[in-house]
């Protein structure tokens, strides 16, 4: 039987390699993207038909159910997953945050994972059969962050909104997860801030920085009969650095 997995946020870093590693797993996946078509269609050429591009603004309330519906028709099917991974951040201090960016943040990362855990869990309590919603946390889900207010507030409100969902979906057979990265290399995190993968490292006790291959393992895990008993949980894919205290002198 066709698995079909629905992900937001799929053209580009993480969500794009998540796409490649759902459909290694036997998923037919639909992603999202909302201003970078030309990779979200690149991405969807490389899968031969088991990848399906559908423009869509994660955060808003008409978009969101048509996207799904795109899906739907597209591959004959409620979906088996989703996978909330779209988000923005935006660089500011407390004092200098501009409301319209909290509100950006706030609507892409939060509103997003509502809007499409809602719509997905609709769908998979009417076709019966269960399945899993993994949400794409942070380190910010644990520890604050300098100039990422809004980001932080984001990531930590899908912790607690994993840990309802999961609650309240359990008894539909549907499971839901977080996965939350720590460092990871890639186009945006290079441009960040120069030096980032070597500063990183040396603050992480596996010495590296991960890499989006990283993260993809954990959602596969968390999807899959594997994790049948595992629901409500956050996976922190850090490499240990948000278990680590900010202890002088340490050497490793």
Known sequence: MTKIAILTGGSTGIGAH?????????????FSYNSSEAPARAVEALYDGAAFAVKCDAGDEVQVPAFHAAVADHFGGAPDLLVNNAGIQTWASLLDLKVADFDKVIRTNLRGAFLNTQEAARAMKAAGKGGAIINIGSGCNK???????????????????????????????????????????????????????????????????????????????????????????TLYVDGGVFACAPWPDYGG
């Not at 998540?18 to 639909?30: E, I, K």
């Open 143 to 233: 520890v604050a962050f300098p100039k990422l207010v809004d980001y932080a507030a984001s990531k930590g409100g899908i912790e607690q909104f994993t840990k309802t969902a999961a609650s309240e979906l359990g008894p539909l057979g549907i499971r839901v997860n977080c996965v939350a990265p720590g460092a990871i290399a890639n186009e945006r995190t290079a441009e960040e801030a120069e030096g980032y993968a070597d500063k990183w490292a040396a603050l992480t006790p596996l010495r590296r920085v991960g890499l989006a291959a990283d993260i993809a393992g954990p959602v596969v895990f968390l999807a899959s009969d594997a994790a049948s008993f595992v629901t409500g949980q």
């Open 18 to 30: 998540l796409v490649g590693a759902l459909v290694a797993a036997g998923y037919r996946v639909g």
